[in-house]
């Protein structure tokens, strides 16, 4: 009579033990989804995807280090362009001047005058362009990042990559610095260098303005491409949040019924088994 007892107790169905333990292990997988909002947290859950997920995630991070380098470079040439301006009036200040000595109608006194303010100015150039810098990298006078030697990245991969034009506005000022308006024969001769010093000083802003254009649009495929890539990315790993609810109520009205049904089953069980021994 025990050992039917205990065949009884023995008995029962071993299918409903591994139906709870897989219920609570996919519930389980289940809350971990919901919770990270990540479909794919390990290999385990779709090696092909999360390979194929952290390809794009390594393009998603190279598309924001790459925008931010074709930021930087954006700023960079700003501030070239700022001096290109800043010259530029400088040098038109110049040449009034020059224009005003060149007149025979002033004494030579006055042109002492101007001229001190033109030769405040040329020094006032030079200040310009060499305090033109970008983290501590001069950007306007033909070195660092003016020399036409650097290159920005300005994609995710090694063979994305934009160059900075060669920026120097400090060779076409520097024939400035022996020019004079003390004479009248000097201010028409400064005339000469400044016009020509500021053909040099335009064409060269307007290579700043192309390229800062043409980073801009690189800027906005960047962005473009990010999003993309995000959005491919989603769809790959990214856990169907109405779809993990429902599963996630389906299961664990399973879990629950059956966990009910197991209780109910050891309840009668015992019942049968004090029966067999009281009898």
Same mark, same amino acid.
């Given at each position: 009579? #025990?050992?039917?007892?205990?065949?009884?107790?023995?008995?029962?169905?071993?299918?409903?033990?591994?139906?709870?333990?897989?219920?609570?292990?996919?519930?389980?997988?289940?809350?971990?989804?919901?919770?990270?909002?990540?479909?794919?947290?390990?290999?385990?859950?779709?090696?092909?995807?999360?390979?194929?997920?952290?390809?794009?995630?390594?393009?998603?991070?190279?598309?924001?280090?790459?925008?931010?380098?074709?930021?930087?470079? *954006?700023?960079?040439?700003?501030?070239?362009?700022?001096?290109?301006?800043?010259?530029?009036?400088? #040098?038109?200040?110049?040449? /009034?001047?020059?224009?005003?000595?060149?007149?025979?109608?002033?004494?030579?006194?006055? @042109?002492?005058?101007?001229?001190?303010?033109?030769?405040?100015?040329?020094?006032?150039?030079?200040?310009?362009?060499?305090?033109?810098?970008?983290? @501590?990298?001069?950007?306007?006078?033909?070195?660092?990042?003016?020399?036409?030697?650097?290159?920005?990245?300005?994609?995710?991969?090694?063979?994305?990559?934009?160059?900075?034009?060669?920026?120097?506005?400090?060779?076409?000022?520097?024939?400035?610095?022996?020019?004079?308006?003390?004479?009248?024969?000097?201010?028409?001769?400064?005339?000469?260098?400044?016009?020509?010093? *500021?053909?040099? !000083?335009?064409?060269?802003?307007?290579?700043?303005?192309?390229?800062?254009?043409? *980073?801009?649009?690189?800027?906005?495929?960047?962005?473009?491409?990010? !999003?993309?890539? !995000?959005?491919?990315?989603?769809?790959?790993?990214?856990?169907? *949040?109405?779809?993990?609810?429902?599963?996630?109520?389906?299961?664990?009205?399973?879990?629950?019924?059956?966990?009910?049904?197991?209780?109910?089953?050891? /309840?009668?069980? @015992?019942?049968?088994? #004090?029966?067999?021994?009281?009898?």
């Amino acid at each position: 009579m #025990l050992q039917g007892a205990r065949n009884i107790v023995s008995g029962q169905p071993n299918r409903t033990v591994d139906g709870l333990q897989r219920t609570n292990r996919e519930l389980r997988t289940i809350l971990e989804r919901l919770s990270s909002g990540r479909r794919v947290n390990r290999a385990s859950d779709d090696a092909s995807a999360l390979a194929v997920s952290e390809g794009l995630q390594n393009r998603i991070r190279g598309f924001k280090m790459a925008s931010r380098n074709v930021n930087d470079a *954006m700023s960079a040439l700003s501030i070239a362009d700022s001096a290109a301006n800043s010259v530029t009036s400088q #040098l038109q200040r110049q040449r /009034e001047l020059a224009v005003a000595a060149s007149s025979g109608t002033l004494s030579d006194r006055d @042109r002492e005058a101007l001229n001190t303010e033109y030769q405040a100015i040329t020094q006032e150039i030079n200040r310009t362009v060499s305090s033109a810098n970008f983290n @501590r990298q001069r950007v306007a006078d033909g070195t660092d990042l003016g020399s036409g030697d650097a290159t920005i990245q300005s994609g995710p991969t090694a063979e994305d990559s934009l160059a900075l034009p060669p920026i120097d506005l400090m060779t076409p000022i520097q024939q400035l610095e022996a020019s004079s308006v003390a004479t009248s024969e000097g201010a028409r001769e400064a005339i000469s260098a400044i016009d020509s010093a *500021m053909g040099s !000083v335009s064409a060269q802003a307007s290579t700043i303005g192309a390229t800062y254009n043409n *980073m801009l649009s690189n800027l906005s495929n960047l962005e473009v491409a990010m !999003v993309n890539t !995000v959005a491919a990315e989603s769809i790959i790993a990214d856990q169907d *949040m109405a779809e993990g609810i429902a599963r996630m109520i389906q299961k664990t009205l399973l879990n629950e019924g059956a966990t009910t049904a197991f209780q109910r089953f050891q /309840e009668i069980s @015992r019942n049968q088994v #004090l029966g067999l021994l009281q009898g």
